[in-house]
């Protein structure tokens, strides 16, 4: 696929886009929004953007919305190419939930192709933020079918005896992965991380379908 924009958002988008700018990916077609201007700041993303200067915890989602209608404009503009936009971050994030579910309705208007990635917490992590992803992916439901969660606890389950810096580091990669995979993109694959991608019958039946969609 030759028309595609991935736009990443918030602390896990960043790091996506990172693994993203290491593959054979156009780097002009992957685009950085942060509304933490360090993490902007220090991001080797070319195509980075401060949206606002507040860092939200989790559960903020209704206020970061406001913030991304303020920059309405910006996005709108970003989104007038008949591509397939991939948006991606964590579910739980607040700057990264109000802006999938954001801009998952402005590409619902325009009547775009896209389809939104997210991670979901660690278990560990306790019940609230676990509902927050939740609630935040049952709402992209209400606009798209095409929604690819990627469990960060069935990653640490498959890799064993890793530690959480390393699991999440895995669960970034693997996003990028599925990426990769959605984009047709020939590349030498990370053994572990393909076999991976295969045994996870879930993600690879929802890239299988968003692929089909692709080549109507």
Known sequence: MTNYKIFTFGGAGEHIAMSLLQRDINKDCVF?????????????????????????????????????DAKYELFDSLTDDDSLYILVGAFVGATAGAFLLKTAEL????????VAIGSLPFFFEGNRRY????????????????????PNDNVKKLFKNITLREALEKADYYTAEIITELLFLP??????????????????ESILKIKNKCKK
Do not use: H, R, W
């Open 32 to 68: 950085y929004f942060d509304t933490d201007p360090m993490s902007v700041e220090q991001s080797y993303s070319e195509n980075k953007y401060c949206i606002g200067d507040l860092i939200f915890p989790a559960g903020c989602i209704e206020v970061a919305k406001e913030v991304f």
């Open 107 to 114: 590409l619902t208007k325009k009547g775009k192709l896209f």
């Open 187 to 204: 590349e030498e694959k990370n053994k572990i991380i393909s076999e991976l991608l295969q045994k996870d019958s879930e993600i690879s």
């Open 131 to 150: 509902e927050i992803a939740v609630s935040v992916m049952e709402d992209l439901q209400k606009i798209t079918s095409n929604i690819i969660p990627v």
